[in-house]
């Protein structure tokens, strides 16, 4: 144990014969024992270090409301503060004496409320928030923008959803091996855009299928049960026909009509207008009569 000695001078300071140049204060090399609840008192300004409990050490301030403790350089220049005030805020302060991290009588926290930026798990990026890793919300909460009322959530372990009934717009491209629209719904696309497939003359292509039922091979290589329109080629054989790239409009699977450089249908031909040709071929037979009819109807053919 230390032996503590007064010096017999005006100032009376307490100081301990090992420790060299003893000019002022308390100089000791071994611990400053304070027995019971006392601590240290700092008179002129009335604030004081004491300690509560086995767990407790407790700052006290000299002034009404607000508490600080300052972090300084040895030069003097202070870096910042552990303060607290009359209004239950408690936090970190930065040298500039604003709010770096602040929690409330809510228990909220609030980092760099009026400047600056946030940093987690990096110490780069110019935004409010910096993030270094994954960012995990719980539940069925999510992201949401407050200013305009929308955001981003899961409420189940399928699908993203735009919260709060707000539309999903991108400048750019929207991905996915399978899109589906379940109510209404139409595409808005400049004049040199619409629906655009992968190219194959080998493959069948959907366009478009009258129900899940009802469509085509995914592969695109066969129509299966298809009822709607397809878009192929030729060379694929199966149920397209020889008019070169060509839209099919099938029936369970079986082409009823294929247009391409020229038209093919496996019924008739009915037309209000005019059908005009350099030549007319009947490769089963085509019968004219030689007189007109007793009563001529629109469209009929003879030879007068």
């Known amino acids: 144990m230390k032996n503590y000695y007064i010096l017999s001078n005006i100032s009376q300071f307490l100081y301990d014969k090992t420790v060299s140049d003893p000019h002022k204060g308390v100089n000791t090399s071994d611990y400053l024992r304070v027995a019971g609840g006392g601590g240290v008192h700092w008179a002129t300004y009335g604030s004081q270090i004491e300690g509560v409990d086995g767990n407790t050490i407790r700052f006290r301030s000299g002034g009404a409301g607000t508490s600080a403790i300052g972090v300084a350089t040895n030069e003097g220049t202070l870096r910042g503060y552990l303060y607290g005030d009359n209004a239950n805020n408690f936090g970190l302060l930065h040298h500039g004496g604003g709010w ?88 808005v696309n400049t004049h040199g855009g619409g629906l655009v497939g992968q190219y194959s003359d080998v493959r069948y292509q959907g366009v478009f299928s009258m129900g899940e039922s009802y469509m085509l091979d995914p592969n695109g290589t066969a129509l299966n ?52 040709a350099p ?5 089963s037979k085509m019968v004219i009569p030689t007189s007109a009819p007793a009563v001529p109807e629109n469209g009929c053919i003879w030879i007068g």
């Open 225 to 276: 049960n298809h009822y709607g329109i397809a878009w192929t080629h030729s060379n694929i054989g199966g149920q397209s026909k020889p008019v070169g790239h060509q839209m099919l409009v099938t029936e369970a699977g079986v082409t009823q009509t294929a247009i391409g450089k020229g038209i093919w249908t496996i019924a008739d031909i009915y037309a209000q207008g005019k059908i005009e």
């Open 100 to 187: 770096a991290i602040r929690s409330n009588s809510g228990r909220n926290i609030y980092l760099n409320e009026t400047e600056g930026n946030t940093f987690i798990g990096t110490a780069s990026g110019s935004e409010k928030l910096n993030v270094n890793g994954w960012v995990s919300v719980q539940n069925n909460h999510g992201y949401y923008f407050a200013t305009h009322g929308g955001g981003i959530q899961m409420t189940d372990s399928t699908w993203l959803r735009v919260y709060n009934g707000k539309g999903f717009l991108v400048d750019n491209q929207v991905r996915a091996t399978d899109f589906r629209a379940t109510s209404g719904s139409y595409i």
């Open 279 to 283: 030549a007319v071929k009947a490769t």
